[in-house]
Structure formats: C-alpha cells, structure tokens
C-alpha cells in the first residue's frame, strides 16, 4: 500500500477477490482510504487481517460495509488486528468503521482498534456477532458499539432482530460505551470497560414496547458522566462483579450507576457503585422482579439514598424483589417508591404529605447494611416477605395513608388523620418510646395486623369506646382511663386490636365490652 495516496480503488478490488474466492487478505503498512468498502452481497466469506497496521480513512460515510439478508445462507467473517483512524484533517467524524446491515454476515472482530468515528461497530439487524480484545477510542458524542434491530410499529409481529451478540476483553475510550436500540435481544458483555465515558457506559432504549430483553454483564468497569448502565423495561437483565464510577467534576447531577426499572426477572449480584458524591438519584435505582444481593457503594454520597427500590405493585401474584446482604454508605440511607414515583420510605423516616399510599408488596430480603442520615451510624435492615420490614424510624401522616405490604414502625407515629392497611397485608408497631397521639387505624378484613405495644404507655381501657361490632383486623385508638374527661380520639391511650376470633385485644391481653 502506498502512503499518502488514495488506496481506496486498489483496496476495493482486493476485498472483493478475496471474499469471492475465499482467500484471506492481509496487507503491509498503512492504508489511505476516501471511499467506502463493499463486502460483496453474494460472497460466502470475508477474512481480514491487518497485521496491527493502519487504515486512514478520509471518508464521510462507513469504512467496511457488510450489508444483504440472511436468506437460507449466513456468509462468516474475520477481521482481525486492524486498526481504523481517522486523521487529524478530516472533521466529518464519518459514521462508524465496521456496519453490519440486513443479518447475512455473522463472525468475528478480534484486536481492533478504531479512532474517532461516529461509532466504532455498527450493527444493525444483525446476529451472532463476537467483538473482543478490541478498543473504539471515540469524543464527545461518539458510541464504541451501536446495536439495534427494527421494531414493528404496526404490531404485526414482524420484528427483526439484532440478537446474541458477545462482547468480551473490550475497551470504549470517552463517548458512550454501548448504545442499544429497538429489537434486541441476547447482548452479553464479560470484561467490557468504558473509560472517562461521556455518557452511559451501557445505554439500553428508554421503552416499554421496543421488542428488546436480556442483557448479560460481568466482570466489567463502567465510569461514564451520566451512569453506569440504563435498562428500564427490559426483561431478563443479568448484572455480576461489576463496577461503576463517576467522571469526576464531570458528572451529571442525576448520575445513576444501576438504572433498572420495571424489570420483570433479573439479578444485580456483587457489584460495586464508587458513588459519584453529588448525585440526586444516587447509584441504585432498581425496580421490578429482580434479586439484589451483595452489592456496595464504596465512599459517601452527599445527597441521595444508596439504594431506591421500586417493587411491582400493580400484580400481587408476580414475584417480588429480593434484597439481601447489600450495604451502602449514603446519607439518604435507602428509600422505597411506588411505581408512579409518588410516595417513598425512607431508612428514618416516612412522611405522607397528602392522601396517598406507600406500596411495600414484593420485597424481602435480610442483612442488609445502610448508614445513618448523619453517617455516623449503621442501620441494619431486614425486609420481610411480600411486603417492607423496618421501614422507618419515625411514620408521620399529614393526611390519611394507606399502606399496602407489611411494615415494621419502630419508632413515634404521629397523625392527624387515619391510617389504613390495605389488602391482606399487615403493619406492627413496636419499640415506640414516644407517646401515641390521636389516631384511628384501620385495615381491610383480611388485614393482618400486629400491635406490639412493649414501649406503649400503659392504659387502662375504657371498653365502651370500642364498638360493639369486632371486624377482624380492625385497630382503634382507646384512650387512658385514668386521665379525667378524656374521649375518643383524644389524649394519650393505647391500640386495641380485633383478632379472627372476632375479640378485641389490646397488649396481648382480651378486652371485654
């Protein structure tokens, strides 16, 4: 190959012998290039190897484009040990080095390095491709690998796939790391790194209906500006031994490490979030049906939660999240929200500023380890099954409440207006050390409801302010016999409970009216 010169011509036909005749093509020193290079539709095979020499290209559009349908017959390919740069003089950052369009060609890319481009790999209604020990050096608005395959809008059903695409041993340098679209299926990193991304490490497409599941990553590094790794509404989401990291003064304010909503099956196991310190949305965002275990953030977070948790609470039949043995350090502690991201629990305190509900159904899980709001602190969290365990130090209603899912309250209820459980779900009170003001509970017939009342005031009942009727799982305030002129709903007192006996209760003990 000549140096200087436009090679483009030369290179062309070389590539279209070889692929014809099944030959493999190499070739000695550094390669000029205008033009973009055809792999022939009707070849069988491609076999590439660059020997770690360079390819210039001057061009605006794709460097290597393998494009046709499947057909009965998928054609292989191999490239190996090319590096694809763009030169200082050439400003159009063309669209991406290797594209692969239309599922006819399916093989390998082994060392390669590109520099510059749009996007590094190109794949689009394509499958059974592997990319590993290669690295796309990339700018700004740049993306290492580009995958998508074609949705259909219509709901006709004829998707096309991009699908079990492997990528291993593989670096991403600034930009964004993987960029996946509409319709893909099967995606499996092991190894995979973004440095100083500017963007997502790894960004899945923000839809409920784009015909996309299963994403598989492991033993990987992900330091991006704006998170480690987007997959909302995607079943099937794998995350293992993996870290993520914050560009440092670079970072966005809404920087997320583990962005996984609505997941319906998944695991986030051993991974490791180094939190960016300013982040508001803080380093796990999670929700869905989704087993979460093991996982740390390493340093302190100045504003948000560690972990915000979002269980299904539209299916009670669906299975519900697991969180066990994580620990975080974060001055938010961890926080609960529903699925409209209305209401939230928070590590010390829960606050219903209006009529609302807090949806614990689908969480459980022990031996979880989060900081104090001063992180000073440890709280040790345990979620019990179908619903939240321990969720607040401290409940105040500012109107009524509703809570579906168990909870433990260990700490001063305040209200001024009802509490109600819903469903059959159950809510305790115990260890309150403070005194309990007016409150009416209440919960539906199967509600099972619990009154630990071992640091409640102790009261002597006035029976008649119960009704006569006792609907198991219904809970009244009753107030202090002993202080003079108190009424219903006035003072201090105790809770009465009404047992599937259909018995008032109140500590443990039967109360006759």
């Not at 592997?130 to 006709?156: E, L, M, P, V």
């Not at 209820?413 to 159950?426: E, P, Q, T, Y």
């Amino acid at each position: 190959m000549s140096s200087g010169t436009d090679d483009s011509a030369a290179f062309q036909k070389a590539v279209t012998f070889a692929s014809r005749t099944g030959k493999q093509l190499t070739y000695t020193g550094n390669c000029y290039v205008s033009q973009t290079i055809a792999i022939p539709e009707d070849a069988q095979s491609f076999n590439l190897d660059g020997r770690n020499n360079i390819i210039f290209y001057k061009g605006d559009g794709n460097l290597f484009s393998f494009s046709g349908s499947s057909g009965a017959v998928s054609s292989s390919f191999s490239i190996r040990n090319v590096k694809a740069i763009i030169p200082q003089d050439n400003y159009s950052h063309p669209t991406s080095a290797f594209s692969f369009v239309g599922g006819k060609w399916q093989g390998v890319l082994d060392h390669v390095t590109t520099k510059g481009f749009h996007q590094g790999i190109r794949i689009i209604n394509s499958s059974a491709i592997r990319i590993q020990n290669s690295t796309f050096n990339g700018w700004g608005n740049s993306t290492g690998i580009y995958i998508s395959g074609t949705y259909d809008q219509s709901g006709a059903g004829k998707n096309i796939y991009s699908a079990n695409i492997s990528i291993r041993d593989t670096t991403v340098l600034y930009g964004s790391g993987i960029y996946i679209d509409d319709s893909v299926q099967g995606i499996g990193l092991d190894h995979f790194s973004i440095l100083e991304g500017q963007g997502w490490g790894v960004y899945f497409k923000f839809s409920k209906n784009n015909g996309s599941q299963s994403l598989e990553i492991q033993n990987s590094y992900l330091e991006a500006s704006s998170g480690g790794v987007l997959a909302d509404n995607i079943g099937e989401v794998h995350i293992t031994n993996t870290n993520v990291d914050g560009v440092s003064f670079r970072s966005d304010k809404n920087w997320t490490g583990f962005h996984l909503l609505n997941m319906f099956g998944g695991t986030l196991e051993n991974n490791t979030a180094i939190g960016y310190q300013d982040s508001t949305w803080g380093p796990f965002y999670v929700g869905g049906n989704v087993l979460m275990i093991g996982n740390n953030v390493v340093g302190g977070l100045n504003i948000s939660p560690c972990m915000t948790l979002v269980p299904h609470n539209k299916n009670s039949s669906a299975p519900g999240m697991i969180v066990s043995h994580n620990m975080c350090w974060a001055t938010g502690g961890y926080q609960v929200v529903t699925e409209d991201g209305t209401d939230s629990t928070q590590a010390r305190n829960i606050k219903a500023a209006t009529s609302s509900s807090v949806i614990g159904q689908g969480i459980s899980g022990t031996d979880n380890l989060w900081s104090g709001p001063k992180k000073d602190n440890w709280l040790s969290v345990t979620f019990a099954p179908n619903g939240v365990r321990e969720i607040g130090t401290n409940l105040q209603v500012d109107k009524n409440l509703s809570i579906r899912g168990d909870a433990m309250i260990d700490g001063a209820l305040s209200a001024s207006k009802g509490l109600h459980v819903a469903g059959a779900s159950g809510i305790a009170f115990g260890d309150n050390s403070s005194n309990i003001p007016p409150v009416q509970l209440s919960s539906d017939r199967n509600g099972n409801l619990a009154i630990k009342n071992g640091g409640f005031r102790p009261a002597q009942l006035r029976a008649e302010a119960l009704p006569a009727r006792c609907e198991a799982g219904t809970v009244f305030y009753v107030p202090d016999a002993r202080n003079p002129g108190e009424v219903h709903a006035r003072g201090m007192g105790a809770l009465a409970v009404c047992n599937s006996a259909g018995h008032w209760l109140t500590n443990g003990q039967p109360v006759s009216n």
